[in-house]
T-cell receptor, first 114, second 113 residues
Framework: GAGVSQSPSNKVTEKGKDVELRCDPISGHTALYWYRQSLGQGLEFLIYFQGNSAPDKSGLPSDRFSAERTGGSVSTLTIQRTQQEDSAVYLC????????????FGPGTRLTVL | QQQVKQSPQSLIVQKGGISIINCAYENTAFDYFPWYQQFPGKGPALLIAIRPDVSEKKEGRFTISFNKSAKQFSLHIMDSQPGDSATYFCAASSRGSQGNLIFGKGTKLSVKP
């Protein structure tokens, strides 16, 4: 039984470039969450999906951030025109359904913006 | 506004000792309080969780104590081991919400042999 996987594990990019981060949730999990973990900080909620829809995008820090989910499975978080303050570990989690207690986290993608 | 406050930021404990990490929350709608353990380079993993209908939950060496009136909860690690060295996050969520977790800022625990 595979857990949540994320790719790439590390991404170094230049300021102003666009990046895409991918999350493969646990098979059968309908809820998917994106969090951001900055150095020395807790996890900051970004967005969640129930199926393919994202009812609440208010956690996204700016309009440069967007996310989509297709087929109720894979999700992509896109950051346009990256800034240095976007440098962080981006974590994805999934659960059986929205509001189900346990969220299973992936290993994260470490993004470094130079 | 930080909804979940966690302390201490770091903790050093001798092997065999008791590690205690505290969290306080503000939103009385929260009804689920998990603790996550994170090792370097890994994602957080659920350690133990509690709902406000009980005041204590124990799983092996890990115990959550919950004080609803004070809006506080804590993690106790008994007989701490070097393998427990990790960062611990408390969190909270509301069943009526979308389920996203509100995390504390974490406690880095080091257990010295």
């Amino acid at each position: 039984g595979a857990g949540v996987s994320q790719s790439p594990s590390n991404k170094v990019t230049e300021k102003g470039k666009d990046v895409e981060l991918r999350c493969d949730p646990i098979s059968g999990h309908t809820a998917l969450y994106w969090y951001r973990q900055s150095l020395g900080q807790g996890l900051e909620f970004l967005i969640y999906f129930q199926g393919n829809s994202a009812p609440d995008k208010s956690g996204l820090p700016s309009d440069r951030f967007s996310a989509e989910r297709t087929g109720g499975s894979v999700s992509t978080l896109t950051i346009q025109r990256t800034q240095q303050e976007d440098s962080a570990v981006y974590l994805c989690a999934s659960s059986l359904w929205t509001g189900e207690d346990e969220q299973f986290f992936g290993p994260g993608t470490r993004l470094t913006v130079l | 506004q930080q909804q979940v406050k966690q302390s201490p930021q770091s903790l050093i404990v001798q092997k065999g000792g008791i590690s205690i990490i505290n969290c306080a929350y503000e939103n009385t709608a929260f009804d689920y309080f998990p603790w996550y353990q994170q090792f370097p380079g890994k994602g957080p993993a659920l350690l133990i969780a509690i709902r406000p209908d009980v005041s204590e939950k124990k799983e092996g060496r890990f115990t959550i104590s919950f004080n609803k009136s004070a809006k506080q909860f804590s993690l106790h690690i008994m007989d701490s081991q070097p393998g427990d060295s990790a960062t611990y996050f408390c969190a909270a969520s509301s069943r009526g919400s979308q389920g996203n977790l509100i995390f504390g800022k974490g406690t880095k625990l080091s257990v010295k042999p």
